[in-house]
């Protein structure tokens, strides 16, 4: 019986010590695990400051940081065709504090062969808004609308200019409004610049003709009049811009917008997603920050889950590898 008693002892011991040993492990563990994020969030923003990227992720992440512990900051990183930044996130440390608020322009870089990499090499968080793009130029110039422009070009061949980051969604505006209104490539200069803003100081100082527009970079210009809008490529004309008319209404068929998103290193911990995805989706259903993107930026909160932004990113690319053979681009 001594036996029996002693062997249960030691068992009792035994299982103790391993239950013991299994939850100083366990809580180990979930120590070493710090909840995510750890530090400030670090949005890069592949442009220069002022342009309409850069205006609604700051716009955004300064309302999506109430919902996390720590702050959201952002970091412009112009340069390359807008590749610079994104390149940038490519290859950071996927832990969820370095991300990007990017565009279209992931995808028409690659197709234009100036990247080597797509949508696919990160981890898409979410689409938050759309904007609606538009032709413009400066207040003085002879052009007063969008359906002019071809016969301008017609009668100024090779000497008119038209401004656009290498590879990006106005490289694309324009590669699609001169097809569809049936201007040769031959005929325009396209001129590069890091981003929007560049552009609006260059058609500020006259040194070209016409840029792609969009309310949240030439808002302020347009009420001041030193810019003026010449045609919006949409469905239906801007409630800040109702004197302006569609391109459907100038017979020009093309609607353009511009589709800003977040994603992370390939790589970044599903729960770091889930909660940066979280975060923004609270940021785009406040009532007071829709409004502002609405009606003072020209743009349309569409925010889209990420499950659910992966499908829409490939439809975009297909859509995209279409529109890329009419300028030329081999991918």
Same mark, same amino acid.
């Given at each position: ?15 103790? #010590? ?10 180990t ?6 909840p ?7 949005? %890069? ?6 342009? &309409?990227? =850069? ?5 955004? *992440? ?8 720590? @702050?959201?900051?952002?970091?412009? #990183? ?6 610079? *930044? ?9 832990? *969820? ?6 565009h ?27 904007t609606i ?7 003085e110039?002879?052009?007063? $609308? ?7 070009? &017609? ?8 401004? #656009?980051?290498? @590879? ?19 005929d325009?200069?396209?001129?590069g ?10 058609l500020?100082?006259?040194? /070209? ?5 969009? #309310?949240?970079t ?6 001041? *009049?030193?810019?003026k ?24 068929d093309m ?18 997603? &889930?909660?940066?995805e979280?975060?923004?989706? $609270? ?9 502002? %993107?609405? $009606? ?13 932004? %992966? =499908?829409?990113l ?6 995209? @590898?279409?529109?890329?053979?009419? /300028?030329g681009?081999?991918?």
């Open positions: 019986m001594k036996r029996i008693n002693n062997t249960f002892v030691k068992l009792a011991v035994t299982v103790g #010590m391993t239950g013991i040993a299994s939850a100083l492990a366990l809580t563990n979930v120590q070493a695990a710090e995510f994020p750890e530090r400030e969030i670090r949005v %890069i923003i592949p442009y220069s400051p002022g342009g &309409a990227t =850069d205006v609604i992720f700051r716009l955004a *992440g300064q309302e999506a940081e109430k919902q996390l512990s720590e @702050s959201i900051l952002p970091v412009n #990183m112009a340069g390359a065709g807008a590749t610079l *930044g994104s390149r940038h996130v490519k290859d950071a440390n996927p832990d *969820g504090h370095t991300i990007l608020g990017s279209d322009t992931i995808a028409t870089s690659y197709l234009s062969g100036a990247v080597d990499y797509s949508y696919d090499a990160f981890e898409p968080i979410a689409l938050l808004t759309q793009n538009m032709a413009g130029t400066y207040s110039h002879p052009v007063s $609308s969008a359906d002019e422009i071809a016969q301008y070009v &017609a009668d100024n061949a090779g000497e008119v200019t038209f401004s #656009m980051t290498p @590879s990006s969604t106005d490289h694309f505006f324009w590669a699609q409004f001169f097809n569809t209104v049936g201007i040769s490539m031959e325009v200069r396209l001129v610049y890091p981003g929007t803003s560049d552009q609006v100081e260059a500020l100082a006259k040194e /070209i003709d016409f840029a792609m527009l969009d #309310m949240p030439a808002a302020s210009f347009f009420e001041s *009049g030193n810019l809008p010449l045609g919006v490529a949409h469905h239906e004309r801007l409630n800040n811009l109702p004197d302006t008319p569609t391109f459907g209404e100038l017979e020009i609607v353009h917008y511009t589709n800003r998103g977040l994603f992370a290193p390939k790589g970044t911990p599903e729960e770091a997603l &889930a909660i940066l979280s975060a923004f989706e $609270s940021a785009m259903a406040n009532e007071e920050l829709q409004l502002r %993107i609405e $009606s003072e930026l020209g743009s349309l909160v569409n925010f889209i889950p990420r499950v659910d932004y %992966i =499908d829409y490939n439809q975009s690319q297909e859509d995209l @590898s279409a529109a890329a053979e009419t /300028i681009f081999n991918k």
